[in-house]
């Protein structure tokens, strides 16, 4: 019985807007599921009193002190929209009907 | 009512009603019975620091779009987002003040969604792991004393603004400038029974915001945003109704009213046997009404995971206390305080401490003039706000300072002026800023104390009117009234209302 289905993979690609072709869908459920199936074979270990990990770094606190520096200007800030308008703003397609 | 006992009503568990004499689950409707509603918060606060949460770009409001950007909060690949150590003091001091735990090691994460406002296609949040959780939060009703409890508090960072075209305009516009400006976000247990608690709940959230100086947290301007859970359930009952999602409340009036109708709403539809949908709806403020915001297909699905770029954030003990010993006094202990040291009712003491520049001009005026407390709190909230609130001012643009208040409240104490005369002395005080000790002087509005002096007077009164004293002395005492009139008439007003009637009764009764 396979762990994560058709389905499932159709679903997190809509979520990410990503579209695939039939058999792209195919072989990602597959490698899919081989990734979770060699999740299973880590939960055998013995993990009682082991702290999770959420950091690959043992560091921890990385601040930097509130004060502001000059940002990119609005040229540069626009440089890669695909459109945009005479006050600076982005234009994308419309969000919401109206 | 105590607190305590309160309490315990609050938490004893009614017993549990899943079946009625007609066999129907009373969560499914359709039943005449008494309903209560279980409201939730979900408060966004918008913090003021100089720069973003994770990059240095500037937070100022009203620049010019996409003007306050960088490739951080671009979202450009390749670039690593650092954590603002002021957003995480700020977000401590609002978790202690809102009485909550700490958590040593809190985590950020990733919340997956796409929409134009958000260049990365996630927002950086907090989701396992939170800065704190476990709080509460006081609030005084109409019924009494009730504690709110708080979830949980976090971190993350604001999306950017999108504008929306003319009507027919195929197009949005997006300003960039929000994105990355520092929030907390506030979640409150489902605590909440009516819409007056939640406007409580949020005017209190405001006032400790502001207390703690971390955000002005301004309904209208968008610096606190409020998102409310609602469901319905007859009371008793202990299971949850199908709650729905309320958004777009731009003020405390909105989240009010937004609520009351959607009581209604859910009452109707229970009443009638319908089923309540879980759903997002969005208040129209024009309208009156909550209407379904059309459901994005699966738009819950955030797919949180903790953020690869940013460190786990530990929280000392020692950082810990180094932010406490920075936190002014509260409101509610300010509130105690106010009762206590200035014999203040809890009613006067919630107003001044409604704000701490309120709270602080009050004290100050007191130090100028310390016998007399509870005047000088009437004339602030009484005299004083009254004009403010007119002219829509608030009491750091007031004309009058607290030491002018002080004189003019020691001036009439010691009998200089009336109370009467203190009002006009007052609203030229506002007028002008002039000193009321000047004005008095200048006016010549000092009161008549002097006996001797009045005597003369009362005695030529008296004597003009024999009529009326023989009235008197027939049992119409009602009469020293008229005479004290006419001794006002001849002082122009200034006669010491105490010493007249002292003089007059003495006056009159020698005349027997
Ligand atoms: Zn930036």
Redesign the pocket.
């Known amino acids: 019985m396979e762990k994560i289905s058709r389905s499932e993979v159709l679903h997190v690609a809509r979520l990410a807007r990503l579209e695939f072709t039939p058999q792209e869908v195919e072989e990602f459920t597959h490698q899919l599921n081989r990734i979770i199936e060699y999740m299973d074979q880590l939960k055998e270990l013995d993990t009682e009193g082991v702290e999770p990990t959420f950091h690959a770094l043992a560091q921890t606190n990385v601040m930097r002190d509130d004060q502001a520096k000059p940002?990119l200007s609005q040229e540069e800030a626009l440089a890669n929209a695909p459109d945009r308008d005479e006050r600076g703003f982005f234009r994308v397609p419309r969000i919401i009907q109206g | 009512m105590g607190e305590e006992e309160k309490l315990n009503m609050e938490g004893k568990a009614s017993p549990v009603v899943t079946q009625t004499p007609q066999g129907r689950d009373p969560l499914k409707g359709g039943l005449k019975v008494d309903y209560e509603a279980v409201i939730g918060l979900e408060v966004h606060v918008q913090l003021k620091t100089n720069s973003?949460i994770f990059?240095?770009?500037s937070t100022e409001f009203g620049a010019p779009p996409n003007t306050?950007?960088?490739p951080?909060?671009?979202g450009m690949p390749g670039v690593l987002p650092v954590l603002n150590r002021k957003v995480v003091e700020y977000a401590i001091k609002a978790a202690l003040a809102l009485n909550c735990r700490i958590n040593p090691i809190s985590v950020f994460a990733r919340k997956n969604y796409f929409y134009p406002d958000l260049p990365k296609g996630y927002q950086i949040s907090q989701y396992e792991l939170p800065l704190a959780e476990h709080g509460y939060l006081e609030i005084e009703t109409s019924q009494g004393k009730r504690r709110i409890g708080i979830t949980r508090i976090h971190m993350e960072e604001d999306a950017g603004k999108n504008v929306h075209g003319e009507l027919g305009d195929p197009h949005s516009y997006v300003d960039l400038n929000r994105t990355?400006v520092p929030l907390i976000e506030i979640v409150s247990e489902p605590d909440i029974r009516t819409p007056e608690e939640a406007r409580l709940y949020l005017q209190k959230l405001r006032t400790i915001m502001r207390y703690l100086g971390i955000s002005d947290a301004d309904m209208e301007k968008g610096e606190m945003r409020c998102d409310a859970n609602i469901s319905i359930r007859p009371k008793g009952e202990k299971r949850l109704g199908v709650k729905t999602e309320l958004k777009n409340m731009n003020s405390f009036r909105h989240v009010q009213r937004a609520l009351e109708y959607e009581i209604k709403r859910q009452h109707r539809i229970l009443e009638e046997g319908g089923e309540i949908i879980q759903e997002t709806l969005l208040w129209n403020p024009q309208l009156g009404v909550t209407e379904t915001m059309r459901s994005k297909e699966e738009a819950h699905d955030y797919r949180y995971f903790p953020d690869p770029d940013l460190v786990p954030l530990k929280v000392s003990e020692a950082w810990l206390n180094e932010v406490r010993s920075t936190l002014p006094e509260l409101p509610d202990e300010k509130k105690v305080r106010f009762m206590k040291s200035y014999s203040l009712s809890a009613y006067d003491a919630e107003v001044l401490i409604s704000s701490r520049e309120m709270a602080d001009f009050y004290e100050e005026a007191v130090k100028a003039h310390p016998s007399n407390p509870k005047a000088i709190a009437n004339w602030v909230m009484v005299e004083l706000m009254g004009r403010l609130h007119a002219e829509n001012k608030n009491i750091q643009n007031s004309p009058v300072s607290p030491q002018q208040v002080a004189q003019l409240v020691a001036l009439i104490d010691r009998g200089t002026i009336s109370g009467k005369m203190a009002k006009e002395v007052f609203a030229k005080t506002y007028q002008t800023g002039k000193d009321p000790q000047r004005i008095v002087e200048e006016e010549g509005l000092v009161q008549l104390s002097d006996e001797s002096e009045l005597e003369v007077i009362v005695e030529r009164v008296l004597d003009e009117h024999p009529d009326e004293v023989k009235k008197y002395l027939a049992g119409k005492t009602k009469i020293v009234g008229f005479f004290v009139g006419q001794i006002m008439k001849a002082t122009k007003g200034k006669a010491n209302p105490q010493v007249v009637n002292k003089l007059l009764i003495r006056k009159l009764q020698e005349r027997g």
Do not use: A, L
């Open positions: 940002s | 973003k990059c240095p770009c306050h950007t960088c951080v909060c671009q990355g």
